[in-house]
């Protein structure tokens, strides 16, 4: 069982940035990819990032590729999303979720622990 609390959240001006983190409790942290994905109102949760459970890899969606970076700290069982150039269309609650070693990282079907989200507004 992991238990995943984001936090970071919060309201930011277009062009700016946040920091975003999600702590997960257990000792076998190290072992899961992690994922974060968004969901805005009305819409389905989409895919923002991943990292593989050593950090070796990461992956972005299209429209957060060179301005979100993904990154973790496994002797802290912490990981970050760094959004810099936000925009208003990123505005959206933003969820971390562990996943199981496996290739399909932006499935959310794929994940199999997931937390509670925090809201990011990004204002224009």
């Known amino acids: 069982q992991v238990q995943l609390v984001e936090s970071g959240g919060g309201l930011v001006q277009a062009g700016g940035s946040l920091r975003l983190s999600c702590a997960a409790s257990?000792?076998?942290?190290?072992?899961?990819?992690m994922g974060w994905f968004r969901q805005a109102p009305g819409k389905e949760r989409d895919f923002v990032a991943a990292i593989t459970y050593g950090g070796a890899w990461s992956y972005y969606a299209d429209s957060v590729k060179g301005r979100f970076a993904i990154f973790r700290d496994n002797a802290k069982n912490t990981v970050y999303l760094q959004m810099n150039s936000l925009k208003p269309e990123d505005t959206a609650v933003y969820y971390c979720?562990?996943?199981?070693?496996?290739?399909?990282?932006?499935?959310?079907?794929?994940?199999?622990?997931w937390g509670q989200g925090t809201q990011v507004t990004v204002s224009s």
């Open positions: 979720a562990a996943q199981r070693p496996s290739t399909t990282y932006y499935d959310t079907k794929s994940y199999d622990y």
């Open positions: 257990g000792r076998t942290f190290s072992s899961y990819n």
